[in-house]
């Protein structure tokens, strides 16, 4: 009956602990996580990853790293997501 318990204990905290994990994006030799998301705004995101595949107004596509930034309304970085792989 323990084993049930820590097995349940464990799932749950992988799943609150699973979109934490896409909060980041590697572009070349810059890593965007964590802290650094929060003061970058567009232009700075450009700099380090170049044109995204994709602009659908406040989110950025990148297809190659499978992920979407999503911005806020004063063009700051808001958060990462993973982007579902499709094939």
Partial sequence: MLNIKVLSSLFVASLVAAPAL???IRCGSH???GDQIHPLIKEQVLEMCGEPTEKD????YYKEQHKIL???GNDELDHIEDAAVTE
């Fill in 22 to 24: 896409a909060q980041e």
């Fill in 70 to 72: 999503v911005f806020n």
């Fill in 31 to 33: 890593l965007i996580s």
């Fill in 57 to 60: 107004y406040e989110r950025w």
